[in-house]
């Protein structure tokens, strides 16, 4: 028997399978997702290079795994993509850090 | 870097290479026979659409040992083709219509009777395309007039350069290959290849640098023209996208580093039918280094000789048999239609 963990890199392909359970939903969210990754007002790499920062950014291994590929296929390289991770991590430390100013103002309240 | 060959590699054995291929199908039935996927698209047995090209593969030498290379070309690699070989070529070009000569190797610049070849066959009024790897233009003095002699023949020019980033193409072709390639391509542009109005033809090849299926070809190619202008100040007229066939190099690179099976399961769910349609062996003849006669580059270093039907060799050239052959498949050959379909030509669809 496959050792069991809550993250098993063969469920990535079955995806699609979500469908089975919920086909019309199932079936509405892929097509918006496949509409939302085509090339328009941003290229497919753009948009995979965002998606791999978002991916980090919710912490998804799977998004990680998928979008690694993607934005290779799509010519991007190690530079962008760490730059992408980066422009995540920026974003999520500046949330925890920006919400000081909650605190800060809180403490003075409180404060003689 | 030693090719397989020199190693002593399993791999260099050909009927290996093609056991290993075999066996996941064996195996787990997980991925279907290419040729069953043809039958299921009514194109079993494949058969010629009629040849227009002739690729010649004038030697494995070449002055590179680059990772993925499906030929396990490099410099210890000695099978050259002779002048007798290539006198044999141009005699069948003769008396057919076949109006593109595509020449590659190795570095088909190395052998010594590369020029005579090219002036003969341009001689004959067909074009000649030339697969240069670009560092040998910048490699030895004598070669550095190339893009010259290329210029007067009004040869095509078609070029590898996997990538616009020095990282990710020395990765694959070996360290300081980007900065030697950027070199090449202005001079090429120099002699005018490239650039718009000369209507000397420069193309790129982009191939992935590991386990992973090209993008879409136009998207890349936007890319590739942006940047290597902006940060090179170098032209071209069309990116090629071409996916790594799990042959020789690559194949030895996949099992190496556990990416085999993932990489084939790529291949073989990514297969798009009407790229099988449009597989460049309906359209070519590959002739080897000693004149023997073959599907594709790719059957060549499988050593998958063309149907026994047909004449196997060029001195024994027949247009009309060869057009009627049934093109040898196997697992290889989903790299050909996988996505948006592979040839030398880049996407088939
Ligand atoms: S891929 Fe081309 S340049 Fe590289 S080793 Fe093979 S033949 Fe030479
Ligand atoms: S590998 Fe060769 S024989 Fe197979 S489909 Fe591609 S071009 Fe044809």
């Known amino acids: 028997m496959e050792k069991a963990t809550y993250y098993n890199p063969a469920d990535l392909a079955k995806f699609g399978n979500i469908t089975e359970w919920q086909p019309e939903m199932g079936r509405k969210f892929f097509d918006y997702y496949g509409e939302v990754f085509k ?51 920026a974003i999520k430390g500046g949330a925890a850090l920006v919400h000081s100013v909650q605190m800060m103002n809180k403490a003075k309240e409180l404060s003689m | 870097m030693k090719s397989l060959h020199a190693q002593h590699h399993p791999l260099a054995d050909t009927g290996y290479q093609l056991t290993v291929l075999t066996q996941a199908e064996v195996e787990g039935a997980h991925q279907p026979l290419f040729a069953t996927r043809l039958r299921e698209a009514g194109l079993l047995p494949l058969r010629p659409t009629g040849i227009t090209v002739m690729q010649v593969n004038v030697g494995k030498m070449c002055n590179q040992t680059c990772r993925h ?77 190339l893009p010259e002699f290329f210029a007067r023949h009004r040869v095509r020019v078609v070029s590898s350069l996997p990538h616009f980033s020095a990282v990710r193409t020395d990765a694959q072709r070996g360290e300081g290959v980007f900065g030697r390639s950027i070199k090449a391509l202005r001079m090429l542009n120099e002699a005018g290849y490239g650039v718009e109005g000369t209507g000397l033809s420069l193309d790129l090849v982009y191939n992935p640098s590991g386990a992973f299926l090209p993008g879409n070809q136009a998207a890349l190619e936007r890319e590739f023209k942006q940047r290597l202008v902006r940060e090179h100040g170098v032209v071209f007229n069309s990116l090629l996208t071409i996916t790594n066939l799990p042959i020789s190099r690559f194949l030895e690179y996949l099992l190496d580093s556990g990416n085999y099976e993932s990489y084939l399961d790529k291949l073989v769910q990514a297969y798009n039918p009407v790229a099988a349609a449009n597989v460049m062996c309906r359209s070519t003849l590959s002739i080897g280094w000693d004149g023997q006669l073959y599907d594709c580059d790719f059957n060549q270093q499988l050593d998958l000789l063309v149907d026994g039907r047909a004449p196997q060799h060029i001195r024994d050239f027949d247009l009309a048999a060869l057009n009627e052959r049934s093109i040898v498949v196997n697992q290889h050959c989903y790299g050909c239609t996988a996505g948006a379909g592979s040839s030398c030509g880049g996407a088939t669809t």
């Open chain 2, 69 to 145: 290379c499906h030929v396990d070309a490099g410099p210890d690699r000695t099978e050259i083709m002779t002048r007798a070989t290539m006198q044999q070529c141009l005699d069948a070009l003769r008396q057919t219509p076949i109006e593109v000569v595509d020449l590659t190797g190795g570095a088909p610049e190395m052998n010594p009777d590369f020029r005579w070849f090219v002036e003969q066959i341009s001689a004959l009024g067909r074009e000649v395309i030339v697969r240069c790897n670009l560092t040998i233009i910048v490699a030895n003095p004598k070669y550095y007039d």
């Open chain 1, 39 to 89: 090339d328009g007002a941003l290229t497919e790499r753009e948009k995979s290079l965002i998606a791999l920062a978002v991916a980090h950014a919710v912490q998804c291994p799977y998004c990680i795994d998928a979008y690694t590929t993607d934005s290779l296929q799509k010519g991007a390289d190690e530079a962008q993509m760490m730059e992408a991770v980066h422009v995540a991590a």
